[in-house]
């Protein structure tokens, strides 16, 4: 992975979640549907550039525990949210 950072894939695993999470509310299928690819691809990428990352990588920005914790904070977020609509 070199010199690449990881935000687009962390942003991407979030992103398609809060689609899924808007499609449910709306019910709409095609929405969920493209989301859920996208967050299965996010997913992937995430996982291949992580096993690939250098552990004193400097250019993610960040660290891999921060882009973690980021995305289960807005994951969270997004939960508690849509339970109160």
Do not use: D
């Amino acid at each position: 992975v070199g010199g690449l950072p990881l935000l687009p894939y962390s942003s991407m695993c979030t992103n398609c979640y809060v689609w899924i999470v808007y499609g449910v509310l709306k019910s709409e299928v095609a929405i969920v549907r493209a989301n859920v690819v996208g967050l299965v691809l996010g997913a992937y990428y995430f996982y291949v550039f992580r096993e690939h990352c250098p552990a004193n990588a400097a250019s993610l920005p960040g660290t891999m525990t921060q882009h973690v914790q980021g995305m289960v904070g807005i994951v969270t977020f997004t939960l508690i949210l849509a339970a109160s609509l």
